[in-house]
């Protein structure tokens, strides 16, 4: 097993090292995705790494890819990334990486929430709405919704903070159109992944995905989708109202941070070495239980 908290490709050139993932150019047409095991949490990213994060995410946005690529395209392409590097860079990359088509990105993360917690449910306390959606009074902690909603956020910078946006900004921002097209796609997606997370025994509570379209204007489902970084996974068999129920994700990590009453600023917190395996743990889990294969 090899833990990456950053790549050394001397073979390409890099363009891009987000939160958790460093981008390389191949073309003028595609690029590769290696994605690390860095962990952000409140959009800061951690000191530790998490062993095998990296493996899961792609495997798992893999895995959904396939499963909805008939429901909207994505930005996969059938390059191999081995191809692309040299051989003493491979251990780098292997499992942890793909080749994918560049397109523009379309500058707002989507939330679907199906259930009230985290942010949506700071927001509900304060006027009983999200995102300038009004919704019923008397709404518990952890209560599935009504029908799942379209939450668009601002897309943030590293060391800065996504932020919850109206759907008239949102409109404001990329237009009326492309904010109707991502709501009917995203929420045609989460109900979809929805059903079969549930008959695999885990509630998916929220989700973010991310656009982009090509050069005729399709839009295209990119960066990852429905793993235990975008997504909040709660096992269906200990879901409690009312209470942040146990989690497959990185709400693990969060939680933590929150029992120390950290400001949520850089530098954060050392990580124990409990809290870094157990979330090893959730996200191998996950996969499994979602895909049937162990990692």
């Not at 700071?122 to 959606?133: F, M, P, Q, R």
């Not at 497959?248 to 990590?253: H, I, R, S, T």
């Amino acid at each position: 097993m090899t833990i990456l908290t950053k790549t050394h490709l001397s073979s390409l050139k890099l363009l891009n090292q987000g939160k958790v993932r460093d981008i390389y150019d191949i073309d003028d047409e595609n690029m590769m995705i290696v994605t690390t095991d860095r962990l952000s949490a409140f959009d800061v990213i951690m000191n530790e790494p998490i062993p095998f994060k990296g493996e899961v995410l792609t495997k798992m946005a893999n895995f959904w890819f396939e499963k909805f690529r008939d429901l909207v395209p994505n930005h996969l392409t059938d390059k191999n990334p081995l191809d692309f590097v040299n051989q003493n860079e491979v251990e780098q990359i292997i499992n942890r990486s793909i080749i994918v088509k560049k397109l523009k990105p379309i500058p707002i993360e989507v939330i679907v929430r199906g259930y009230i917690i985290g942010s949506g449910w700071k927001e509900y306390e304060l006027d009983k709405s999200i995102c300038g959606i009004n919704l019923p009074m008397g709404l518990k902690l952890a209560q599935e919704l009504p029908r799942p909603i379209f939450t668009p956020s601002s897309k943030a910078e590293i060391g800065s903070v996504d932020e919850n946006i109206s759907i008239e900004a949102c409109e404001n921002l990329i237009g009326k159109e492309f904010t109707n097209q991502l709501s009917l796609i995203s929420l045609n997606l989460y109900k979809k992944a929805y059903k079969f997370a549930y008959n695999k025994g885990i509630i998916i509570a929220d989700t973010k995905f991310e656009f982009g379209v090509d050069n005729s204007g399709v839009i295209h489902i990119m960066d990852e989708i429905l793993t235990p970084d975008s997504s909040r996974f709660w096992p269906k068999e200990s879901y409690q109202l009312g209470i942040s129920p146990p989690s497959f994700d990185k709400q693990f990590v969060r939680d933590w941070l929150e029992s120390i009453n950290w400001n949520k600023s850089p530098p954060p917190p050392s990580l124990p070495d409990d809290v870094i395996q157990k979330t090893s743990e959730k996200y191998r889990e996950a996969f499994f239980q979602l895909t049937g294969k162990k990692i």
